[in-house]
């Protein structure tokens, strides 16, 4: 196949091994793959009612052996990677069958294992046969192109998806049903659709407005689904044309959001400002009292951009730290100063100074 250019908000018909050969080397910032989960179904699946359970036995998820799967894991995941920038990170999803398997040949290609996040289901097919515990979760592997490199994780906004806790590995999200279930004449339009909800964690956790998300594996479209509504660009790869269909009636009528709402800066990328900056910018005095969020106590603003409260002296956050009993402090958020007879944070004015620098 001939090399071809970028083809954004895409999906490209064909073998995704093929396809990930002709795209431009080092030009994806972002990949969500949902590949085969190779399942090695024997026999029909009944209910205790002996009704026929629904369950994946599509040519596509059918390997003659561990070693076949193997060959087409390493081939399609030495194209991707080959796409990958070097900044790059990609997420593979799967079950016990194949996750094990995906993940040793991810680190035999180089890629560096970031993170492993278990999909905890809400609402999982139970095993009727009562022989195993209940597959209640999938694997979702994160890793970058290759160790040591820069990577997008948008750590501040996933705490505040999460109400400003910290967001763990275990995520408890239920199947896609009902309304998002995407059926075509009644009949599950994809078998294993994976819920928005997912994928909504999975792109805005590590890419920013305007990256090119891939999805070798496209299916219902889902990824470029979320990726329209998060105003980041992708380029799905599907060889199944009904899932193409589906996929691009699905994703025309997602609605685009206003750019304003999309561009949400993480803190580590903004302009560094230093304390010292609102002495040198005269936004505060040398010998100025600071006050502390929790108490009464005070700090006087010294030469040299540190603060004193009693006889510790040091950082906004060293101080905060010490007044916390050890606890970490952000002493952008602790201090206060006064205009008046108000208090206000001074935060606020080293937002004032980034606003001038990054214009």
């Known amino acids: 196949m001939a090399k071809i250019n970028l083809p954004l908000n895409q999906i490209l018909p064909g073998n995704c091994i093929e396809i990930l050969n002709a ?14 989960y190779n399942l090695q179904l024997q026999n029909d699946l009944y209910r205790p009612d002996f009704s026929k359970v629904d369950a994946v036995d599509n040519k596509w998820d059918k390997f003659s052996s561990f070693a076949e799967y ?16 070097e900044t790059g990170t ?18 035999d290609l180089g890629f560096w294992t970031l993170n492993s ?10 095993n009727f046969r009562g022989v195993r515990f ?13 160790k040591g490199s820069k990577y997008t994780f948008n750590h501040h906004s996933m705490k505040a998806l999460n109400d400003d806790l910290q967001m763990r590995a275990d995520w408890f999200l239920p199947l896609a049903t009902g309304k998002e279930r995407i059926k075509s004449n009644g009949v599950k339009a994809h ?10 964690r999975v792109i805005m956790s590590s890419s920013n407005f305007g990256d090119v998300i891939l999805d070798p594996f496209f299916g219902s479209g889902t990824t470029g689904a979320v990726a329209k509504k998060l105003g980041r660009n992708f380029i799905g790869i599907e060889r199944d044309k009904k899932y193409i269909k589906v996929a691009q009636k699905r994703i025309e009528a997602v609605k685009s959001s206003p750019a304003e709402a999309l561009e949400l800066p993480e803190k580590r990328n903004q302009v560094r400002v230093p304390f010292g900056a609102l002495l040198e910018n005269g936004l505060l005095n040398v010998g100025q ?25 040091g950082s906004i956050h060293t101080v905060a730290k010490s007044l916390m009993n050890g606890l970490p402090a952000n002493g952008w958020d602790l201090w206060y100063y006064k205009e008046g007879n108000k208090k206000h944070s001074i935060n606020q004015l080293r ?6 620098m990054e214009k």
């Open 351 to 356: 937002e004032s100074i980034r606003s001038r």
């Open 90 to 107: 990609i997420w593979v999803i799967g079950s016990y069958h194949n996750i094990f398997r995906v993940g040793a040949i991810m680190q």
């Open 289 to 313: 009292k600071l006050y502390f969020v929790k108490d009464k106590r005070e700090a006087v603003v010294l030469a040299n951009g540190h603060i004193k409260c009693g006889e510790v002296s």
């Open 70 to 85: 193997d060959a087409f894991t390493r081939a399609w995941l030495s194209a991707t990677r080959r796409v990958m920038k």
């Open 117 to 126: 996040v278990i999909w905890e289901k809400g609402n999982p097919m139970p």
């Open 23 to 36: 795209l431009p080397e080092n030009s994806v910032d972002l990949v969500f793959a949902d590949p085969p």
């Open 134 to 146: 209940t597959n209640s979760h999938e694997i979702l592997i994160w890793a970058q192109k290759k």
């Open 191 to 200: 078998p294993t659709q994976k819920p928005e909800s997912l994928l909504y």
